[in-house]
């Protein structure tokens, strides 16, 4: 069960403990999604242990983050 350590979550290493998980790009969208409040949706978009290539899931982050606005 996750407890907040680095490790239990990609999403939580790059917003809570500014770990690089994906590339810098990458990373910096998860951010900016969550800022515009699409934290709940980023759950859905991918498997985060089981992520698709880098392209892919920069793709379906720019999509998310278009639509947040």
Same mark, same amino acid.
């Given at each position: 069960?996750?407890?907040?350590?680095?490790?239990?979550?990609?999403?939580?290493?790059?917003?809570?403990?500014?770990?690089?998980?994906?590339?810098?790009?990458? =990373? +910096? $969208?998860? &951010?900016?999604?969550?800022?515009?409040?699409?934290?709940?949706?980023?759950?859905?978009?991918?498997?985060?242990?089981?992520?698709?290539?880098? =392209? +892919? $899931?920069? &793709?379906?982050?720019?999509?998310?983050?278009?639509?947040?606005?």
């Amino acid at each position: 069960m996750p407890n907040g350590k680095i490790g239990d979550h990609p999403i939580t290493d790059i917003l809570i403990h500014h770990r690089r998980v994906f590339t810098n790009e990458i =990373d +910096e $969208l998860i &951010r900016a999604i969550v800022a515009a409040g699409g934290r709940e949706k980023l759950d859905g978009l991918v498997d985060w242990f089981d992520p698709p290539a880098s =392209d +892919e $899931l920069r &793709r379906r982050l720019e999509g998310l983050r278009r639509a947040l606005g």
